[in-house]
């Protein structure tokens, strides 16, 4: 990634651009690893499976959940569903394969983009971005959702579950951002990836 700043950048603008790149590839290095880790449990290839935490809504589905929706299936169907939730539609962003929702979670309004797969479009991936909310407030909740136990690391908390991943951090400087991937869809993603491209 290559980012060009001006020659009459002052030395704050430099650094806060040099901070930024390195905030995006620290969040791409851990989008990376837990891709890696879901796929793995997908196709059983992790070893022993894990226990399911009873005490998760989230760990009795075949597919992980954002507020109470299961992750699955096709972008048009999961579409309409965050639809009936009061989610609305705000881009479609073909290049990216993903669609941005606009609408409120945990009491604030934010927005949600839904990335699918390009041949299938099983949607795999969900990041939230919920504006000005109390991270304290936010982490009650997810606990609720996801269960106690959960990695703490220095730019956020992991709850690594047997049907998914979510990962919550906020960024010095941005709002608070939440991705929730489901282990079944990030193996279709990691499939259609790594099929042989005919020539």
């Given amino acids: 990634m290559t980012i060009f700043v001006a020659e009459n950048a002052t030395a704050h603008q430099k650094c806060s651009t040099a901070n930024t ?12 690893v837990c891709l890696s880790a879901l796929s793995a449990k997908a196709q059983g290839v992790a070893g022993e499976e894990p226990a ?3 005490t998760s809504t989230a760990a009795t589905t ?36 993903a669609f941005i929702f606009k609408g409120t979670v ?14 299938s479009r099983t949607v795999y991936r969900l990041m939230a971005q919920p504006k000005h909310i109390d991270q304290n407030v936010y ?6 959702r996801y269960g106690e136990v959960f990695d703490e690391t220095e730019r956020g908390y992991q709850w690594m579950l047997p049907n998914g991943a979510v990962m919550f951090f906020t960024p010095a400087g941005y709002d608070s951002t939440l991705i929730v991937m489901d282990a079944i869809g990030v193996a279709a993603y990691k499939e259609e990836n790594e099929r042989p491209r005919m020539r």
């Fill in 139 to 144: 982490l009650d909740s997810l606990c609720a």
């Fill in 21 to 32: 790149i390195m905030t995006m590839r620290q969040l791409l290095f851990s989008l990376f």
């Fill in 62 to 97: 075949e597919h992980i959940l954002f507020e109470g929706i299961e992750v699955k299936g096709d972008i048009y169907e999961f579409s309409k569903t965050l639809q009936k939730r009061g989610f609305t539609l705000s881009k479609r962003l073909g290049n990216e394969n």
């Fill in 52 to 54: 399911a935490d009873t």
């Fill in 106 to 119: 945990c009491g604030n309004s934010c927005y949600v983009q839904v990335s699918y797969t390009k041949h």
